[in-house]
Each structure stands twice: as C-alpha cells, then as structure tokens.
C-alpha cells in the first residue's frame, strides 16, 4: 500500500470554518472520484490557542502502488481535483509515505 500526505495552508481570505466547508464539502467531492483511490481521509487543523496553525489541513490518500497514484492524478479526475487545490489554498506540502503501523 502506498500512502500520499498533503499539508495544506489556507488561502488568505478564508476563515477556519471557510476552509474546511470547501475543503469537506466542495473538494472532497472531486478527490474521492480519483481512480484507483483505496482511501482518502481529511484532517482538518485547529487553531491553537492565539495565532494560526503551521496548516490548516492533512489530506491522506492511500492507493495500492506509486503506479496507481501517478495515474489517478494524470486522470482526469486527478487534474480537475489538482486544479481545484488552487482554490482554496496558498501552499501545500506532499510527502510519499512509508508507513509502518506499531499499536
């Protein structure tokens, strides 16, 4: 199983509820029709205390090999989700992710 990790900063202008509405409920929509998508989990950040989070959302995405990730995001389907990205944030981070389950 390969495992894909998404940090995502907020676009200036959006507030916390703002983004994880579009997040949840507009971009979720795009991303889980992906091919080849085993599991798709969104975190979304909360504020601390006082000032803003490092990000404001982890997005996990889980496909069976590195091949079916490279395709769903050349799919169709992975570019108008790619596209929509844009959005709603002004940064991301990607990490490929070797997991390794403890507990």
Known sequence: MFKLIILLKKRTGFTHEQFATYCLETHALLAKKMPALKRYVVNIV????????????????WFDNVDDMKKAFSSPEGRATQKDTETFTASLTTMYIDEHSII
């Open 46 to 61: 909360m504020p601390p205390p006082n000032r803003e989070p490092d990000y404001n959302g982890v997005v996990e995405l």
